[in-house]
Nanobody, 115 residues
Framework: QVQLVESGGGLVQAGGSLRLSCTFSGNMASIFRMGWYRQTPEKQRELVAEITNGAVTNYADSVKGRFTISRDNAKNMVYLQMNSLKPEDTGVYSC?????????WGQGTQVTVSS
C-alpha cells in the first residue's frame, strides 16, 4: 500500500526552527506536485507551501520568507524548513502528493510553537 509518512514535528519556542520530512513509498514518476498543509481546530486545512515537478514553489503569505519547501526525488522525499516560528504556526502539518489520477495524504505531524 502506498503511503506518505511525515516526521519532524514537535514543541519549539517562538523564534525557533523545525524541519519536517515526508517520505513517499510509491512511484515518484507519477507525482507532479507536492505540498504541505496545516490544520488547526479553529481553521480549515490551509496550504502552507507547495512545489511542482519543475521546482516552482508557492507559499502562503503568512510563511513567506520564513519557510522553505524542497524535494529530493531520488529519496522520494519532500521537506519543509521552518524558521522564525510563531505561535500562530501551531497546527497539524500534513503532506500531500498529487498524481494525475490520485492524491495521497499523510497522517500529519503536530507542530506546537510556544510563546
Amino acid at each position: 500500500q502506498v503511503q506518505l509518512v511525515e516526521s519532524g514535528g514537535g514543541l519549539v519556542q517562538a523564534g525557533g526552527s523545525l524541519r519536517l520530512s515526508c517520505t513517499f513509498s510509491g512511484n515518484m514518476a507519477s507525482i507532479f506536485r507536492m505540498g504541505w498543509y496545516r490544520q488547526t481546530p479553529e481553521k480549515q486545512r490551509e496550504l502552507v507551501a507547495e512545489i511542482t515537478n519543475g521546482a516552482v514553489t508557492n507559499y502562503a503569505d503568512s510563511v513567506k520568507g520564513r519557510f522553505t519547501i524542497s524535494r529530493d526525488n531520488a529519496k522520494n522525499m519532500v521537506y519543509l524548513q521552518m524558521n522564525s516560528l510563531k505561535p500562530e504556526d501551531t497546527g497539524v502539518y500534513s503532506c500531500k502528493f498529487q498524481a494525475v489520477f490520485r492524491t495521497y495524504w499523510g497522517q500529519g505531524t503536530q507542530v506546537t510553537v510556544s510563546s
